[in-house]
């Protein structure tokens, strides 16, 4: 069971360099849709990412296309402000790799693709009068971590002790 985050064509690296962490921290594989808005060599991208780059299991697809050939069978989530259903109401604990995507920062996910696909577009609660998204980065991090809280946070530290721990 592995929860897998896909970004559709992004566009800012430091997103993606923050993603890039989140997913080193969360044993999360990065899947990256192409085109992309920049280089993965970009400076910007590492000072994101800052020493975890490495750590990540980055796979890129060269379209749309390719990346649902790969997926399969597999839970696919569009996470998308357009969503009926509430990212926190799905059941992630079915031992099954679960593939959350995230759309490009200006426009999202395709609209088309998002209609043929309904039933699988997820939104995270927000006071839509107030802003018009939340940052990339941020809806990653919120929902791959409530994946991993209802797996019972597989395979990572729930305690760590630091060899000059500021709680001891």
Known sequence: MTNHIVLFEPQ???????????????????????????????KHLKRAGLD????VNITYHE????????????????????ANQVYSEVNYQDERDHYFMFGKETTGLPETFMRENEEKCLR?????????????????ALVVYEAL?????PALELQHHYEHDKLD
Request: charged share 15%; net charge negative.
């Open 63 to 82: 379209n749309l296309a390719a990346f649902l050939t790969y997926v399969g069978e597999n839970p696919l989530h569009l996470i998308t402000k357009f």
């Open 52 to 55: 975890y780059w490495h750590e």
């Open 12 to 42: 800012i690296p430091a997103n993606t360099g923050n993603i890039a962490r989140t997913c080193a921290a969360t044993n999360s594989p990065l899947h990256l849709i192409e085109p992309l808005g920049f280089s993965t060599d970009d």
């Open 124 to 140: 995270i609660p927000m006071n839509d009068q107030h802003v018009r998204s939340l940052n990339l980065s941020n809806t990653v």
């Open 149 to 153: 809280r209802q797996q019972n946070f």
